[in-house]
């Protein structure tokens, strides 16, 4: 409805493509623990995912039904869902997926997410928390909202302040061989023919400002060559002009030379 609330985001799709994606992005998040998309995905496709896990809590036949129908790959990941997800959830009352702001990973610039699970193997708060204590020096006091974090990362996590100490300790040990040395990978290509378009399209390319940035037909038959600076056109077309009244020239003694001979020819005859 025209200036209704919009209750979602249509993602500039139709209603069967847009359930369709999101279904595929849970699929992929229940398989992996972690994916990577664009923030506005990652928001929508996080609702879908926390009402899955509520129905692998629920564990009854119809939730897995529902489940079976929203999955792409139910053989597979109904038992996940009914299985060790429900058990890691069991205890925690909500707040199953969190959403992660990054920077953007493909060269369109589109804002990115990291969508995950909380409390799983690719945990990302619980490693970058972890990563944090692990720069501390042992006399320096938690400020506030590290210990909040920590306290958020080990709540529910079975085993939590355990697990903790040894990715602290993983880290150290990663730290001391440069772990932290690595060149991150460079932005995804999104438009891998955008070269050829730009060909194909005739857009004009980066040059300098007093410079043609493409082959420009100045007049009919007089194509200026790429790169001319604008103040040499005048030039260039005295000369086109020049060049174009000697070939004219030149075809018309050869129009007349050829008029000659044939003359000569029929008074010969």
């Not at 489940?67 to 058990?87: D, S, T, Y």
């Not at 799983?120 to 490693?127: E, L, N, T, Y």
């Not at 043609?212 to 103040?231: D, F, I, S, Y």
């Amino acid at each position: 409805m025209a200036g209704g609330h919009m209750k979602y985001r249509h993602l500039s799709r139709s209603s069967a493509h847009r359930e369709a994606l999101l279904r595929n992005l849970v699929t992929s998040l229940f398989k992996h623990e972690s994916i990577t998309t664009t923030w506005h995905k990652a928001k929508e496709a996080q609702r879908l995912a926390e009402k899955l896990v509520t129905l692998g809590k629920k564990n009854t036949d119809a939730s897995r039904r529902r489940a079976h129908q929203i999955f792409f790959e139910p053989n597979e990941l109904v038992p996940k869902l009914f299985g060790p997800i429900r058990e890691r959830y069991l205890l925690r009352p909500g707040g199953y997926t969190r959403v992660l702001r990054i920077e953007p990973v493909k060269e369109d610039q589109a804002e990115s997410a990291i969508l995950e699970l909380v409390d799983g193997p690719k945990d990302m708060r619980f490693a970058m928390t972890a990563k944090t204590l692990s720069n501390l020096p042992k006399e320096k006091v938690l400020n506030e909202m590290t210990a909040k974090n920590v306290k958020k990362v080990t709540r529910f996590r079975e085993n939590g302040m355990e697990s903790l100490r040894a990715m602290v300790e993983k880290m150290k040990q990663q730290k001391a061989t440069n772990w932290d040395d690595r060149i991150l990978p460079a932005p995804k290509r999104v438009y891998l023919f955008e070269e050829r378009f730009k060909r194909d399209m005739h857009y004009p390319e980066p040059v300098e400002d007093w410079k043609l940035p493409n082959h420009m037909m100045l007049e009919p038959g007089v194509v200026a060559p790429k790169g001319m600076r604008v103040n040499q056109v005048r030039d260039f077309l005295k000369k086109s002009k020049s060049k174009k009244v000697e070939r004219a020239k030149e075809q018309s003694e050869a129009i007349k030379k050829a008029q000659r001979d044939l003359a000569g020819l029929s008074l010969d005859s």
